[in-house]
């Protein structure tokens, strides 16, 4: 009986392990760390340029300082959305107190963080940031999150500055809801507004409307929130250009110090998947949807916000923390149902199906399963492509000396050289360690001295916005200089 | 120079009426023809047409006046395969309903186009009465190529015939392809057995056929024979002709060993096989023998006959055709054409041996650039059993590491490509096909350019005078085709040459049109013209002085050697603006404007732009995106990866196979079913 539900589950875990192919690559390496080897191995695994003593104490090994915890309750299912969520249907709004649906699931999620191994069982720092996405996090009752709050505490502790954040709707949160979360310990708020437009809204299956959007920024106000961000999303079917300037400017208008700013994705499996196709009517064309892109750059740059990272905004020091540790490659915890974590080099996620979540947390508690042990076969060129990747959605860019220290300068000489004819169109730009741009001259001089490129080089960055929009493409090239 | 002095396929053009035979010509058409050689080999008849597959079979009981060699020639689909399976079947040599149709079509190109590509032979035995007493007869068919790019091959097998069955399609009539192969067998003075095939046919009209046979070929109706080799209809009365009215071989039994070798493949066993005919003399299991064309030597380790396999006889004598394996270790020693004989002996060489002439040249790259050793071992296996390809290795800075190959024409070089993929499993990329220009240069050199990227870059180096090869084309076409017709041909830049009519419904023109010209889809053009009723044929013809230039293809500036070409300098602005078109079609949006430009030398002619792309980019990575992006992401890399880069321009590979078809669908012997309007397999040539 026991066996029979076991079994699906270490089959996911050992495909999800097996998915390094460059798993042998790694396993040579380490290999060559013992005398009893001979040294034709360690040559051999060098010749890969990753070697083994710069991964001595990688950020990722570190203990995880972040947890994201998902909340996947929403009245209903926006139109855009392939999130693993709970639909609770129309007649639930803010008194879904006693809805038992919501109660078992923080139940199972406590039990999830209870039976999850610390890495570091003595001296596991206390927690940084919390996230509280969903779904719509703002729907659950505050007494729930407050046990949610509580087991983090007394499981890994909780820094008293922590950055506790929360996706909340419009409509879905009034003052003393919010009053009694920010007692609790939530200090930021992400309010999802996607759009000031009613047919927008309506053409989303948004549950609230643009007048629940007004009040929920003036809940936010008079609560006295000032860590709280504005979400958008762009290139919406019939979206103008009118409607986008509008939005932008509401935006702006209610004062948040964070905007995101989602560029629509349409998703196989939506009701838009369904209906749509990118770049056709009534989706924006890619060359509109690109200039809302840029206006939003422009407008949000004008009123001093920061476009820290392809989609979003903030200004000075207002930064998401939280977000901020997946773009620089630090490990976190995640709990709930469909979450990913990043635990000593591994992603793993959890089931998206609230019954598989069920036996994944039973097998949990019966030690079947340790997401976080999976040492020896973290892959190097896996590591780089996700710093690659990460880091150059950021302002802050990829820092080079870091990356060389890390992989290697071959492969960092040979990123830089491929992305030379991009630095001269506009779309990547070389800084040095004060972060001054390296212009197109001192760059050809470089180019030509990999001793000099490696040594002047700080941080290379995809400019905005014609990188970021283009992000994409530049990344992929990335890969293939790592992995060809 | 040799190019120049290339010679010309003698055509019989008699002032103002084409066809017309030779008048001191007479066929030998029905003469009983009296064996010469007599020699008294054992004798010990057999009465049954079937042989046993183990039993012994005894050469020498086959002198040459018991010996006829034959060939079958015929327009693509006159049924020629089918004929020749209907003999082998009557012949015993193969059980009927046993082994696959076109038997003698072993190459899977072969049977999925319905041509024939190597020559082969086939051993029959027949029992017939004759004069009132039975005699057994030993009956070599030879199977030939048909296209045009074989024309070689073809008159080499052809020489080891004294006779050849001229299949015509009994609704069709006489076509282009017709027309070519009865010269071929006029010219090597073979007696020629016309068979109007598949009166089966509700729409057969043999009258007409045979009229067509008589004006064009001045071919005695009486001596046509009807069959249907689809209902069996006729042909008991095709081996008893092939009897009759073909002469034995003319061979000295008692002179020095001269043989013919046919052709040549390769076995993975046995190490080169060749197919030969001996033409005077004899060869035996352990001889030494030598070839003129290379020199070198070899020992018979087996001989025998196809029958239709490889079958051991121990010897060949005078006459008889069959197969030598020697050690011979490539194809490439293996000449089509050449003389073999009897080491320490001397002897006079078979007349019509000529090395392989190059007409098409292009190149080839993997299309994956990491698989050149997969490719390189491709096409030495493959150039094992077709040694008539030409190869060298060259280089693009598009598409890698490759090799230059020269084929004899077209057909030749698209079923390489066919057989690289299909037998090898390569994949490949080739540029546009070009012919061999000649150019005369100030410096006072004179070269064949095979390549466009060969072509002189030296500005101080003016070119002094250009020559091109040109083709004799026969086109036979329903008359209210002509003006159309005619306006094409003139637009390729033909020369009329012939214009006549066969019958009341059919014409006939013969045009001298360059070679270039056809390799670029002069035949699909030819074919929607006249609603496919068109049938055509070429043969080489001699060099011509032409002004051509080099045509250059350019990405952001940037010269892409494997797409340039070079055109007559009055279609080089029409083939520039297609070549631009296609490209913008075929290259995607990259992060910047990508400038397509067509030019000689300094001098743009046509120019596209493709603007840059808009955005690519994920709107969000969370934590919980990571592994996803990742993998849409790696997905993008390996697109990249299939891409050829010029510059910082990504060349997508369709990009090159849509330029190069535009140069082929060259299939000029091709004709649809008269009558029916039925669309062949474009590709089917015989």
Same mark, same amino acid.
């Given at each position: 009986m026991l066996k029979s539900t076991v079994a699906p589950m270490l089959l996911t875990l050992h495909t999800k392990t097996k998915s390094n192919n460059f798993l042998t690559l790694k396993a040579a390496t380490f290999c060559s760390t013992f005398p009893q080897n001979p040294p034709t191995v360690r040559r051999n695994a060098s010749t890969n340029t990753l070697t083994i003593e710069t991964l001595e104490t990688p950020s990722y090994k570190l203990p995880p300082a972040s947890a994201y915890v998902h909340l996947p309750f929403c009245r209903k299912r926006c139109h855009y959305c392939d999130f693993p969520i709970v639909a609770l249907g129309s007649t639930s709004t803010e008194t879904a107190d006693d809805d038992p649906r919501i109660s078992n699931y923080i139940h199972l999620l406590i039990r999830e963080i209870e039976a999850t191994q610390k890495t570091q069982i003595d001296q596991h720092p206390p927690l940084e940031t919390v996230f509280f996405g969903?779904?719509?996090? &703002?729907?659950?009752?505050p007494k729930l999150v407050a046990k949610v709050l509580e087991t983090l505490r007394s499981k890994f502790g909780l820094s008293l500055d922590a950055e506790i954040s929360m996706e909340m709707d419009p409509g879905t949160f009034d003052d003393k809801k919010l009053r009694d979360l920010i007692g609790l310990g939530v200090n930021r708020v992400s309010l999802g507004v996607q759009a000031f437009q009613e047919e927008l809204l309506k053409v989303c299956g948004r549950a609230h409307g643009v007048q629940e959007v007004h009040e929920a920024i003036e809940i936010i106000g008079s609560c006295g929130v000032r860590n709280w961000s504005l979400d958008l999303i762009s290139s919406l079917p019939n979206q103008t250009q009118e409607m986008w300037e509008e939005t932008l400017r509401l935006t702006i208008e209610a004062q948040p110090n964070h905007v995101s700013v989602y560029d629509l994705q349409v998703e196989k499996d939506t009701k838009f998947g369904s209906l749509y196709t990118p770049g056709e009517f009534p989706l924006p064309s890619d060359t509109q949807s690109a200039k809302f892109y840029r206006m939003a750059s422009r407008k949000l740059g004008e009123a001093n916000y920061n476009h820290y990272e392809v989609s979003s905004y903030s200004k000075s020091?207002?930064?998401?923390k939280h977000n901020y540790t997946y773009w620089i490659n630090k490990p976190f915890y995640a709990f709930g149902l469909g979450s990913a974590s990043y635990i000593n080099g591994t992603r793993y996620s959890r089931p998206k199906k609230l019954k598989d979540y069920t036996n994944y947390v039973k097998n949990l508690e019966d030690g079947l399963i340790d997401c976080s042990q999976v040492d020896d076969e973290v892959n190097e060129g896996e590591m780089a492509m996700d710093i690659v990747m990460l880091s150059l959605?950021? &302002?802050?860019?990829?820092?080079f000396k870091s990356f060389i220290e890390d992989f290697g300068s071959e492969i960092a000489v040979e990123l830089c050289k491929v992305y030379e004819p991009y630095m001269k169109s506009g779309h990547v730009l070389f800084l040095d360690d004060q972060r001054r741009e390296i212009t197109e001259d001192e760059f050809s001089t470089l180019v030509l001295d990999d001793e000099k490129l490696e040594n002047e080089i700080g941080f290379i960055r995809l400019s905005d916005p014609d990188g970021f929009l283009l992000s994409n493409e530049l990344i992929s090239l990335a890969f293939g200089v790592i992995d060809p | 120079m040799p190019y120049l002095s290339k010679a010309s396929k003698a055509i019989h053009v008699v002032a103002n009426r084409t066809y017309r035979i030779r008048p001191n010509h007479h066929y030998r058409l029905g003469l009983p023809y009296s064996g010469s050689n007599e020699r008294g080999f054992c004798s010990n008849p057999r009465n049954s047409n079937r042989k046993d597959e183990n039993s012994v079979i005894d050469l020498s009981q086959y002198p040459t006046d018991k010996i006829r060699n034959f060939s079958i020639i015929a327009h693509v689909d006159h049924g020629k395969s089918t004929l020749a399976d209907r003999l082998l079947e009557l012949t015993g040599t193969i059980k009927r309903g046993h082994g696959m149709p076109q038997y003698l079509d072993k190459l899977q190109v072969e049977r999925e186009r319905g041509i024939t590509v190597k020559a082969q032979t086939a051993t029959m035995f027949y029992n017939y009465n004759l004069k009132d007493s039975n005699t057994n007869y030993l009956l070599n068919l030879i199977d030939t190529p048909g296209h045009v790019d074989f024309s070689y091959e073809v008159s080499r097998s052809l020489a080891a015939c004294q006779g050849a069955l001229l299949v015509v399609d009994a609704a069709q009539g006489v076509q282009a392809q017709t027309v070519a192969n009865f010269y071929l067998a006029f010219e090597s003075n073979l007696a020629i057995i016309p068979v109007i095939n598949?009166?089966?046919? +509700?729409?057969?009209?043999p009258d007409r056929v045979k009229e067509q046979l008589k004006s064009m070929?001045?071919?005695? +109706?009486?001596d046509v024979l009807l069959t249907s080799a689809k209902t069996g209809q006729g042909l008991e009365h095709i081996l008893p002709a092939v009897i009759e009215r073909i002469p034995s071989p003319p061979g000295k039994s008692d002179s020095n060993l001269r043989m013919f070798l046919l052709d040549s493949y390769h076995d993975e066993y046995k190490g080169v096989i060749c197919h030969v005919a001996i033409v005077d003399g004899s060869l035996r299991k352990g001889d030494k023998f030598s070839s003129v064309a290379t020199g070198q030597s070899y020992e018979v380790m087996d001989v025998g006959i196809m029958h239709p396999e490889l079958r051991s006889t121990g010897f060949l004598l005078t006459g008889q055709v069959g197969y030598v394996v020697s050690g011979m270790r490539s194809t490439k020693e293996a000449r089509v054409g050449d003389t073999l004989f009897h080491s320490r002996t001397t002897v006079e060489p078979l007349p019509g041996f000529k090395p392989a002439k190059h007409m098409v040249f292009s190149g080839l790259y993997p299309a994956d650039g990491s698989d050149f050793e997969a490719l390189s071992n491709a096409i030495e296996k493959l150039t094992c059993n077709d040694a008539s390809v030409s190869v060298a290795r060259e280089s693009s800075t598009a598409l890698g590491l490759g090799f230059r190959c020269g084929f004899l024409g077209l057909l030749h070089m698209d079923v390489f490509h066919q057989r690289l993929e299909q037998e090898h499993g390569t994949h490949i990329i080739s540029t546009v096909p070009t012919v061999p220009y000649i150019f005369e240069y100030s410096d006072g050199s004179k070269v064949e350019v095979q390549n466009p990227g060969a072509f002189t870059a030296d500005p101080k180096i003016r070119i002094l005078a250009s020559w091109e090869p040109t083709v004799l084309a026969t086109i036979i076409i329903p008359s209210e085709y002509v003006g159309a017709v005619i306006n094409l041909c003139s637009e390729r830049r033909g020369e009329q040459l012939e214009y006549s009519f066969i019958d009341s419904q059919r014409a006939f023109m013969k045009y001298r049109i360059p070679l270039r010209e056809i390799v670029v889809d002069f035949y699909n053009e030819l074919k929607s013209i006249t609603s496919g009723y068109a049938s055509f044929d070429y043969e080489d013809s001699e060099y011509v002085a032409s002004d051509v230039v080099k045509l250059d293809i350019l990405l952001n500036g940037q010269p892409v050697d494997a797409m340039a070409t070079i055109v007559h300098k009055l279609k080089a602005q029409r083939v520039g603006r297609e070549l631009v078109d296609k490209l913008k079609k075929y290259i995607d949006r990259q992060m910047f404007e990508i400038t397509i430009q067509a030019a000689i030398g300094s001098k743009v002619i046509a120019r596209e732009t493709i603007s840059a792309m808009r955005k690519n980019v994920l709107a969000k990575c969370y934590g919980g995106d990571v592994t996803r992006k990742k993998k849409l992401l790696e997905k993008q890399k390996e697109g990249k990866k299939r891409m050829k880069r010029v510059g910082s321009v990504d060349i997508p590979q369709e990009a090159f196979h849509a330029i190069l078809k535009g140069f082929l669908n060259l299939d000029p012997r091709y004709s649809t079913r008269a009558g029916h309007g039925l669309t062949l397999n474009q590709s089917g040539i015989g």
């Open positions: 969903g779904g719509t996090p &703002s729907l659950v009752p020091g207002f930064e998401c959605r950021t &302002s802050k860019g990829l820092e | 598949k009166i089966d046919q +509700p729409t057969a009209d070929f001045d071919l005695d +109706p009486s």
